[in-house]
């Protein structure tokens, strides 16, 4: 079952088998540290050779013959704190493949079923439609206010925290209009000078998160879509509770909160 992989990435639902020691920084196993029974099924399998050298496998927790004592399963977003940078990406990477594969087994087209084609692609067996993995790029945008920024609380936020305007990218729009078109649907606020932040692979379970600033125009705050239930602008000094690292809002906030954007 070994591959000549570097590391072996095992997911099972959401999860991540780390290994970690005392004194050691954790990091993803190697294969000679990984034994799975062997009557039990592999629902997915990938191998690629960045941003680290792996074999990724998709299987049920109990697959694994032997949990060491320096194994452990851990949700994939809280592996970001856990793992080297290129760890985690990896991780990542391997998961938004299981997941693409795991709702890509028939064809959109005829309903035959996909074949592997490539390590990234499927062919159909019937009609030879291919097709790749998919992103759902999601804008993210932190508004200034002079000295505040907007900062919002969602419906289906988990935790009583506040994070920035943040939506999905609709067909035939660029991602400043996206931009507009949220902060206005979500807050009725219009906003100008619209510049880009940065990116960041949300892999949960496949986004690309594409950061912006902008600056309040005019208007005033109204919630109107259901979607947000509260927020404001807040100043530096009287912030409410924020996301946390490793989220690309907790990189825009932080770079704000030291005077570090553009
Ligand atoms: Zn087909």
């Given at each position: ?139 993210i945008v932190l508004v200034r206010r002079g000295?505040k920024a907007l900062l919002v609380h ?8 506040y994070a920035l305007v943040a ?15 949220e902060v206005?649907?979500e807050t009725s606020l219009?906003i ?21 600033t902008a600056d309040y125009?005019?208007g005033?705050i109204?919630f109107?879509?259901?979607?947000l239930?509260s927020g404001g602008f807040f100043s ?13 809002a907790?990189?825009m906030i932080?770079?704000w ?6």
């Amino acid at each position: 079952m070994d591959s000549e992989a570097q590391y072996k990435i095992l997911v099972s639902k959401g999860k991540v088998l780390i290994h970690t020691c005392q004194g050691e920084s954790s990091r993803l196993p190697y294969p000679n540290e990984i034994s799975i029974q062997p009557e039990m099924p592999i629902d997915g399998r990938f191998t690629f050779g960045h941003p680290v050298d792996a074999e990724a496998i998709s299987m049920d927790e109990e697959s694994l013959v032997e949990t060491t004592s320096s194994q452990k399963w851990v949700d994939l977003r809280a592996s970001a704190s856990l793992l080297p940078s290129s760890h985690y990406s990896a991780a990542a990477k391997a998961s938004e493949l299981i997941f693409w594969d795991s709702t890509t087994r028939y064809c959109p087209v005829c309903g035959a079923e996909m074949t592997r084609h490539t390590e990234i692609s499927k062919r159909c067996t019937k009609c030879e439609r291919e097709i790749w993995p998919t992103l759902s790029p999601a804008i993210i945008v932190l508004v200034r206010r002079g000295e505040k920024a907007l900062l919002v609380h969602g419906r289906t936020f988990s935790k009583p925290l506040y994070a920035l305007v943040a939506g999905f990218v609709e067909t035939g729009e660029s991602l400043e209009e996206c931009v507009r078109r949220e902060v206005k649907e979500e807050t009725s606020l219009e906003i100008g000078n619209i510049s880009y932040f940065g990116s960041q692979s949300w892999p949960f379970p496949s986004q690309l998160m594409i950061g912006f600033t902008a600056d309040y125009v005019s208007g005033e705050i109204r919630f109107a879509d259901g979607e947000l239930t509260s927020g404001g602008f807040f100043s530096r000094d009287d912030l409410p509770q924020i996301p946390g690292p490793p989220s690309i809002a907790r990189q825009m906030i932080d770079a704000w909160l030291e005077g570090n954007l553009s």
